[in-house]
């Protein structure tokens, strides 16, 4: 609880979209991790463990609770940026300490508010992969989906929220676009396959057009946000609930206590428990 209960709480808060029920998902996830903590064998990291159980309890409290369907994302085609006449005006990154401050603070409103609006199937991949930072294969193995389901999702679900920044911030007169449509849709690509493996874009911004790197900027700005989103402490109250609930005898006999078997890769691997159906999305 001490190392993960914060991540948990910022991740329960982006599937929940409300403060309550994140508060109900967090003790359901770690009360189901106690009772169950004997299956888990420490083939994964218990963060991407707890994760899976997270998502799990996420989708039986959305069940229970659920109401009208949410309205469907629009099509990969439709969340791109069109060919118009303005772009948006992002500050140099020389800009001063306080621009820079405001934007981001601007740019966490809006991508909080975007993260609450996307349907589930979408807003469990991106909250898993951009939010809690797993790797795309952990993300495909909680959802019980194709790793390229998962960053299909991933992407479209980026640029809703980049969409939503960008009607957020200042704009100014674009030029003239610099070389064909396509050129810029591949770049596109290669963006989002760099922010999937969570490593450098391989082109310099000097060498894209203004209306690239008007692009390219907004991603690196809902993608910085997301990464807030997933930062945070247990909030005391919580944390005393919690306590209080490991404190209570468990219902029949009790039952010996094992040490998991440690994992003999470093590398992260979901351990949702066997047992159990993958859900899916």
Not at 19 to 25: K, M, R
Not at 33 to 45: K, M, S, Y
Not at 214 to 238: E, I, S, V
């Amino acid at each position: 609880m001490d190392a993960e209960g914060g991540r948990i709480h910022g991740l329960a808060l982006r599937l929940c979209g409300d403060a309550e029920d994140a508060a109900d998902l967090v003790q359901e996830t770690f009360l189901s991790a106690w009772r169950g903590w004997d299956g888990f064998e420490g083939r994964a990291q218990a963060g991407t463990w707890l994760y899976a159980i997270a998502t799990r309890a996420c989708r039986r409290m959305r069940r229970r609770r659920s109401g009208a369907p949410a309205a469907p994302l629009r099509a990969a085609a439709q969340l791109l940026p069109e060919s118009g006449a303005d772009i948006v005006d992002l500050p140099d990154p020389a800009a001063a300490d306080a621009i820079e401050g405001l934007l981001r603070r601007e740019a966490l409103a809006a991508v909080t508010a975007a993260v609450a609006e996307l349907p589930e199937p979408f807003r469990l991949a991106l909250v898993l992969k951009d939010i809690a930072e797993l790797p795309v294969a952990d993300v495909a193995r909680i959802l019980g989906l194709k790793e390229a389901t998962v960053k299909t999702r991933v992407h479209r679900a980026r640029l809703a929220l980049r969409q939503a920044l960008d009607r957020q911030l200042p704009h100014r007169p674009a030029p003239p676009p610099e070389h064909d449509r396509a050129v810029c849709l591949d770049l596109l690509q290669a963006k989002q396959e760099a922010l999937d493996r969570g490593v450098p874009f391989p082109v310099a911004p000097a060498e894209l057009c203004q209306r690239c790197r008007a692009l390219m900027g907004t991603l690196d700005l809902a993608q910085d946000a997301c990464h807030q989103l997933g930062q945070g402490a247990l909030p005391p109250a919580l944390r005393a609930a919690l306590q209080a609930r490991f404190q209570r005898p468990p219902s029949g006999s009790p039952r010996p206590r094992r040490q998991p078997r440690m994992a003999k890769s470093a590398s992260p691997s979901t351990d949702s428990q066997p047992q159990r159906s993958p859900i899916r999305a």
